[in-house]
């Protein structure tokens, strides 16, 4: 979503909109979703081992004991005035801890550990978790000044692929583009979700920053069987790249918890893990190749 802040300032960056429902069996749930995309072999050689994926998000629960070994570091790009009663979020809240749980659940979606409830497509791969949205009533909130530090952040330590599973339709932003492109040359994967709530009013239209063109946009399909749709709630249309499974994805929740949650957050945290094994396998693959090669083997549906 795309609103302003509470006293009529920045772009405000929501995460995707997602959509809580009845958790399936987690074997059954991470089985499914990782032979869809193809990752059960990979797994077996190859997990992501020397991928560093950022994820700028809404932090990650730093105990979690699905993420714990998969944390590299945890920082915030939220400045201090940000808190308490004159900021936007309770005091309580500050610090590189999520309080918000979606972070939490891409993160495991990416390298979820293999002794923990859930697994990751990437398991062996390296989180560095960059909080740049914070807790905002039931969902979490970030400006257009933050996504932009966290991104240069990332950029100065050098990791290999950014999940963005954040999202403001319509809020094309220059600067925002900018720093994108700065990603992209510095041979970082971007991978961004295309966003929800698909509708007659966004019928063919993406989110930003997934509709810059150096990222990677990723839709949602949901997958029944031999049967592969578009889901209702995803967003589509030009500048789309992939789409993957994001229906009922069960990962980490904050507190140590698991959840099951649908969106297009969780699709474009699959395709991040697939990058990271492909990368893990070859780390020559600059960013273009790596689109090359998952454009080229997917399924058309």
């Keep these: ?9 920045d772009v405000v960056f929501y995460p995707q909109e997602i959509y809580v429902v009845e958790s399936i069996p987690y074997y059954e749930q991470q089985g499914d979703s990782i032979s869809n995309i193809g990752a059960t ?3 077996v050689s190859n997990a992501g081992s020397g991928v560093v994926i950022a994820v700028i998000d809404s932090g ?14 945890a ?5 201090s005035s940000a808190y308490g009663d004159d900021g936007y979020f309770s005091d309580l809240y500050e610090g590189a801890q999520d309080y918000a749980g979606h972070g939490s659940h891409i993160a495991g979606i990416i390298a979820g550990q293999t002794d923990s409830m859930t ?10 978790s960059i909080k740049a949205l914070e807790k905002y009533g039931t969902s979490a909130a970030g400006t257009t000044e933050w996504l932009i530090r966290a991104i240069q952040y990332a950029i100065s330590q050098h990791v290999d692929i950014i999940n963005l599973s954040i999202g403001g339709s319509g809020s094309y932003v220059s600067a925002a583009q900018v720093v994108l492109q700065q990603a992209a040359d510095a041979g970082i994967l971007v991978v961004c979700a295309t966003g929800n709530t698909a509708d007659a009013a966004t019928a063919g239209t993406i989110d930003y920053p997934a509709a810059y063109d150096s990222t990677l946009a990723v839709s949602s399909v949901t997958v029944d069987g031999d049967e592969v749709t ?5 967003r589509y249309g030009e500048g789309t790249d992939l789409s993957a499974p994001g229906v009922a994805i069960y990962s980490c929740n904050q507190n140590g918890g698991y959840v099951s949650l649908s969106g297009t957050s969780m699709s474009c945290a699959v395709v991040a893990g697939v990058a990271a094994l492909l990368l893990s ?16 083997s ?4």
Excluded: K, N, R
């Design 1 to 9: 979503y795309c609103t302003t802040t509470p006293d009529g300032g």
């Design 230 to 234: 578009l889901s209702g709630f995803s």
């Design 75 to 79: 920082v915030s790009v939220i400045p």
């Design 119 to 128: 697994i990751g497509v990437a398991p062996e791969a390296q989180i560095l």
């Design 41 to 43: 072999q990979s797994l």
């Design 60 to 73: 990650i629960d730093l105990d979690h004991p699905a993420l714990a070994d998969s944390i590299l570091d």
């Design 281 to 296: 396998q070859d780390q020559s693959l600059t960013p273009q190749e790596l689109i090359q090669l998952m454009e080229q």
């Design 298 to 301: 997917a399924y058309d549906a």
